[in-house]
């Protein structure tokens, strides 16, 4: 059965407007996942690399890969995403680190040639949202990176999103888990949608990952590095909240998570799941 529909999922993401921006700036469990993902980004990528940044939402990885000296192409299936990447790159005077500003589907990127990036960066929810399709779209992110570069990809982690409502429980999805397909989800990582709790409209279908998938997702890859995102806590935690405002807490918690989300057993515990892989040939 077909679930991806990229019309729909810009028309979300144009809906979802500044909150695609705000999700990772407003809360620290937020914070704390831009760190972590900025973090494989401090360590994979140089001054001299051509980077594309697919599925880039509203510039925030974008404008972390400019300040490394980087050439960025930043692309996303949302116009409206693609204008507010567009204003916050120019807010932090990165624009000329940028080629440019693409829209497109990371399941077709024949508008670049093979081997053109020497980083690939997809981060968040793109591989997750194309659904049936990821296989085309993990096979188009490689060919655009060259023999040797590197890929840096998230997803969302399946299990670690299942244990969240039980961690945090949300009773509405707990009391009626086969209208939010939560048995569906823990069974094939496959959800076809659900109200959102924040925008007007369905939440577009989506496919969540456990780390053993992701590990074969991009054909002629090895992978260099595999860790979750926030394994050390659960969204809308009150106590990272009060940590937050303690600076030698918060870097406790940070280092601690930095520590913990790479061991053996952990990596589908959290929110996403990092990797990044060599292309081989």
């Not at 507010?84 to 005077?93: D, I, N, P, Q, S």
């Amino acid at each position: 059965m077909s679930m991806y529909d990229s019309d729909y999922a810009g028309e979300f993401y144009d809906a979802y407007g500044s909150l695609e921006w705000d999700r990772l700036e407003t809360t620290p469990y937020g914070r704390l996942q831009a760190i972590i993902h900025s973090d494989f980004i401090e360590r994979y990528v140089s001054r001299a690399d051509r980077v594309l940044d697919a599925g880039c939402g509203p510039g925030r990885f974008t404008t972390a890969t400019a300040q490394m000296g980087a050439t960025v192409t930043a692309l996303d299936i949302s116009g409206r995403q693609l204008q507010l990447a567009k204003e916050k790159v120019g807010e932090a005077r990165l624009l000329e680190r940028v080629d440019a500003f693409v829209l497109a589907d990371i399941a077709d990127l024949s508008m670049f040639p093979d081997s053109h990036f020497d980083v690939v960066i997809c981060y968040g929810g793109a591989l997750s949202y194309v659904c049936e399709c990821r296989h085309q779209a993990a096979s188009e992110l490689v060919r655009v990176v060259r023999p040797g570069g590197t890929l840096l990809i998230s997803v969302m982690s399946r299990y670690g999103n299942i244990a969240n409502l039980v961690r945090r429980p949300t009773l509405t999805v707990l009391k009626e888990p086969e209208e939010w397909h939560v048995r569906q989800l823990a069974d094939s990582g496959d959800n076809p949608g659900f109200p959102s709790p924040r925008v007007n409209m369905q939440h577009p279908p989506m496919h969540m990952f456990t780390s053993e998938e992701l590990r074969h997702l991009l054909p002629d890859c090895s992978v260099l590095e595999l860790a979750g995102s926030n394994v050390t806590t659960s969204e809308g935690s009150a106590a990272l909240d009060d940590v937050y405002d303690d600076a030698q807490a918060w870097a406790t918690a940070v280092s601690l998570e930095r520590l913990m989300n790479c061991k053996p057993g952990l990596a589908d515990s959290g929110s996403h799941i990092i990797m990044a892989a060599r292309r081989e040939g």
